[in-house]
T-cell receptor, first 116, second 113 residues
């Protein structure tokens, strides 16, 4: 079946602009995660959705970052007033519904964001 | 907050050599442990995981890892590497009741043919 997809694969923007990054999870996966990976680092957690609601947004670096998942499937990560330090690969992952133990997270290919 | 340390940033081996990549985490409670691999040009994919039970876990492609609770370690091993194992390897932990992964900084493995 289809895996996690992310669009666009690459995004180049200018400092101060607004960007939206999209994630399509695996069909039927109720949990969705956003991570950010800077060069030479491992992915860092941003936000986690269970269904439509953000179950944990403690990783969002500041209020310029926001994410939604209005119908419990597709999610959009929104970044306002982009800064050069926002340049990174933004990864999305999905997993089956959370129960007593964590489930395997399946990762998408990522969106490479470059802020000039 | 929990953290994960991978001390080897870049490892270079010849084919058939044995591999051990170190991973240490800092969290005193219940942990779930993972190794992910990213082959060149591909997505992150799960190599193996430990939730409970036998501390020696086996994953895909001949990889295994051992959870040593007293050392807060989850080292990855493979007895004989192949050129196709060239990739970046990430250790990750889910701590306590959290659901998100905390990753180490990764180890780039290069296997020379």
């Amino acid at each position: 079946g289809a895996g996690v997809s992310q669009t666009p694969s690459n995004k180049v923007t200018e400092k101060g602009k607004y960007v939206e990054l999209r994630c399509d999870p695996i069909s039927g996966h109720t949990a969705l995660y956003w991570y950010r990976q800077s060069l030479g680092q491992g992915p860092e957690f941003l936000i986690y959705f269970q269904g439509t609601g953000a179950a944990d947004d403690s990783g969002l670096p500041n209020d310029r970052f926001f994410a939604v998942r209005p119908e419990g499937s597709v999610s959009t990560l929104k970044i306002q007033r982009t800064e050069r330090g926002d340049s990174a690969v933004y990864l999305c992952a999905s997993s089956q519904g959370s129960g007593g133990t964590p489930n395997e997270q399946f990762f998408g290919p990522g969106t490479r964001l470059t802020v000039l | 907050a929990q953290s994960v340390s991978q001390h080897n940033h870049h490892v270079i081996l010849s084919e058939a050599a044995s591999l051990e990549l170190g991973c240490n985490y800092s969290y005193g409670g219940t942990v779930n442990l993972f190794w992910y691999v990213q082959y060149p040009g591909q997505h992150l994919q799960l190599l193996l995981k430990y939730f409970s039970g036998d501390p020696l876990v086996k994953g895909i492609k001949g990889f295994e890892a051992e959870f040593i609770k007293s050392k807060f370690s989850f080292n990855l091993r493979k007895p004989s590497v192949q050129w196709s194992d060239t990739a970046e390897y990430f250790c990750a932990v889910i701590a306590g009741s959290a659901r998100q992964l905390t990753f180490g900084s990764g180890t780039q493995l290069t296997v020379l043919p």
